[in-house]
């Protein structure tokens, strides 16, 4: 039964929509409930909370952090969080003060190629957002140096790519704390995004329980049910929670849908919700 979806984007970060139309959409398409887990922030959960009483579809209040592993990126999503936890705000502004001057340093980058990015002119076209690599890449669109979100990741914006500045990060650890000191529950986003090998997962898997991690995101969009079941058997091994979430991000990602994912192979009970908050009792 398709009733929730625990990983979506608002434009108060790097989706198209704004919290109350991504609460809207939940409710056209019969979602009993979903999480905003914008990047490093959680300023859209109030309005998206407000839109969900509106509605009467149930906003799980989340945010999504970026943590350092290994050279590269592993993310932690953030549930029924306290949005006011001053260590978390605290927090949130260093990552944003940080991504600030990442995204100084990558505007200048292109600049010597010719590519013209006005940040303030930026925060001018998306009010209250976290300005990131995404709204990066949609000026690349502009320029028609890319066809999609996507395309400008893969050429220009991902990790060794000529426009990439790595940024410092919160480690696993670190960040899971944090969640835990706001009130909130962690889970291991889209293991298989990171394309670890046997040995690599295992340690993701022992540190992330070590550090007091709840969950891992075994359903997401365009993985496989044979992929599916060998995260289930992962969590299952390692004590964690399954969760599932699409990683809607509205037409910034129009090839995901909320809820379904790409070819519909989301289809998520709400009985994972209830059993995520079942563990923290």
Not at 180 to 198: E, F, K, N, T
Not at 208 to 225: F, K, M
Request: charge should be negative; include cysteine; aromatic fraction near 6%.
């Amino acid at each position: 039964m398709r009733e929730i979806d625990l990983h979506t984007h608002t434009n108060t970060s790097d989706g198209s929509e704004s919290p109350e139309n991504a609460v809207l959409h939940a409710k056209k398409l019969g979602l009993r409930a979903i999480a905003i887990t914008d990047h490093d922030t959680a300023n859209g959960v109030p309005a998206a909370k407000a839109a969900g009483e509106k509605y009467g579809v149930e906003v799980v209040g989340g945010l999504e952090l970026g943590c350092g592993w290994h050279g590269r990126e592993v993310h932690m999503l953030a549930y029924d969080i306290d949005p006011h936890n001053e260590k978390l705000n605290s927090t949130l502004e260093w990552i944003v003060t940080d991504r600030d001057e990442r995204n100084r340093k990558m505007v200048g980058l292109m600049a010597k190629d010719g590519i013209r990015i006005d940040l303030e002119q930026l925060k001018i076209e998306h009010p209250g957002s976290i300005i990131g690599r995404p709204h990066f890449a949609l000026c690349l669109i502009k320029a028609g140096l890319a066809d999609s979100v996507q395309d400008a990741f893969v050429r220009y914006l991902d990790p060794g790519r000529k426009y990439y500045i790595r940024r410092h990060f919160l480690s696993v650890e670190e960040a899971a704390q944090l969640i835990r000191g706001a009130g909130g529950v962690s889970v291991i986003a889209h293991p298989m995004q990171y394309r670890l090998d046997d040995e690599g997962m295992t340690e993701l898997m022992e540190r992330s329980r070590d550090a007091g991690v709840s969950g891992i995101e075994c359903y997401y969009s365009g993985y496989t049910p044979e992929v599916c079941a060998q995260l289930k058997a992962l969590a299952d091994a390692y004590g964690f929670c399954a969760t599932a979430g699409s990683d809607w991000h509205g037409s910034h990602k129009p090839h995901i849908e909320m809820g379904s994912g790409i070819n519909g192979e989301l289809n998520a009970p709400y009985e994972l919700l209830a059993k995520l908050r079942e563990r923290e009792r």
